[in-house]
């Protein structure tokens, strides 16, 4: 299970942008950071955009965004291992699950580009697996005739994932410039969306193919370096994701930044409509869908680790210059020609 709003518009993101007219992309936004003004978190020295909103929660009116688990996480005790599976899900262009498409999952401590995965990797099984399988009958729970079952017509299970520490989820084909790999990280399996129940876990893997990417030519002057041949793994790279409060709920009016911020990189938002969601440039901080996207995060060795951030406005301040409150941290790595999905929830739970 996986937020439909996040795949929804980062789909927007990568299908929505125009190609600029002529064969040179606008010129670089004089501005590229999200607003000119910043806000401090507390007493440290961390500073965030300032959002244009105070934080809420769209879809619960009234009620007060949960940070209780900030600085202070929930403990939900040790976990087990279960299977996971799910479908394959290819957002924007791209048609059809591919044979040949690899899941791994991997610790939250390692490096999924470089490292083996500690818990496990399989090949998806796609519709043509299913051919002379009783998919009706006995057959119902093979995995190409749950394939056959997805929009996408892709499949996987893997045996004896964690429960209840964070993971990386990374879906890839090698040598394969059509598949771009794509890394969710931070994902916690039996806690929140994700429940297990009788030992399984089900949950889409996320996955964008180079006729999506390729749609990212521009955002307000913001090209993605390197993304002209997606099979160099050279250029830079693309973060996107939600910012929800402790109780999993969208917020709206949080802002996002990332320790590896530069003039080339460029933080948007969107404007909170679900069924056609499109960047809204002029905004400073989420909508109501709680989306953000980083564009031309940074790869290179000494910048691949990004620690990023997300807050919002104190709400027990009623003055101009009211400091934030923060809303969860993240630490993730962008690749070159990948996408990194990051969604924050508050602090990671303990297992202990």
């Not at 980062?10 to 950071?33: E, F, R």
């Not at 999924?112 to 399988?133: C, M, N, Q, S, W």
């Not at 009706?136 to 749950?146: L, W």
């Amino acid at each position: 299970m996986r937020s439909a709003r996040l795949v929804a518009g980062l789909s927007a993101v990568l299908l929505s942008l125009a190609c600029p007219t002529g064969t040179n992309p606008p010129p670089p936004d004089p501005n590229p950071t999200p607003g000119t003004d910043s806000c401090t978190v507390g007493t440290s020295t961390l500073e965030l955009p300032l959002p244009d909103e105070p934080g809420t929660l769209p879809d619960f009116a009234g009620q007060a965004v949960d940070v209780s688990c900030v600085g202070a996480p929930v403990a939900i005790g040790a976990g087990a291992t279960a299977t996971l599976q799910g479908c394959v899900d290819i957002f924007g262009l791209g048609g059809k699950a591919k044979s040949g498409i690899m899941v791994a999952i991997f610790g939250d401590d390692q490096d999924p580009k470089a490292e083996a995965p500690a818990y496990g990797e399989t090949e998806i099984f796609v519709k043509l697996d299913a051919d002379g399988r009783d998919c009706a009958g006995v057959d119902a729970d093979f995995e190409g005739c749950r394939a056959a079952a997805c929009s996408k017509e892709g499949y996987y299970r893997i045996a004896n994932v964690p429960t209840h520490v964070p993971l990386t989820m990374k879906v890839y084909k090698a040598g394969d410039a059509d598949v771009i790999e794509t890394y969710t990280w931070g994902v916690v399996f039996d806690y929140l969306e994700t429940t297990a129940v009788d030992g399984k876990v089900y949950y889409e893997a996320n996955l964008v193919y180079k006729s999506t990417y390729d749609s990212i030519p521009t955002l307000a002057g913001r090209i993605v370096d390197g993304q002209q041949n997606t099979a160099d793994g050279v250029g830079r790279g693309v973060v996107a994701g939600e910012i929800r409060d402790c109780q999993d709920r969208v917020v709206q009016g949080a802002t996002i930044t990332t320790d590896q911020y530069d003039p080339s990189t460029k933080i948007t938002y969107f404007d909170g409509n679900t069924d056609d969601p499109k960047p809204a440039l002029a905004r400073l901080s989420t909508n109501t869908d709680g989306l953000y996207v980083v564009l031309n995060a940074t790869t290179d060795a000494a910048k691949a680790q990004h620690v990023l951030s997300a807050g919002m406005i104190d709400p027990a301040c009623t003055g101009e210059d009211c400091a934030c409150v923060l809303l969860g941290t993240r630490t993730i790595r962008a690749y070159p020609d990948s996408v990194s999905i990051a969604t924050f929830r508050g602090d990671f739970p303990t297992d202990t």
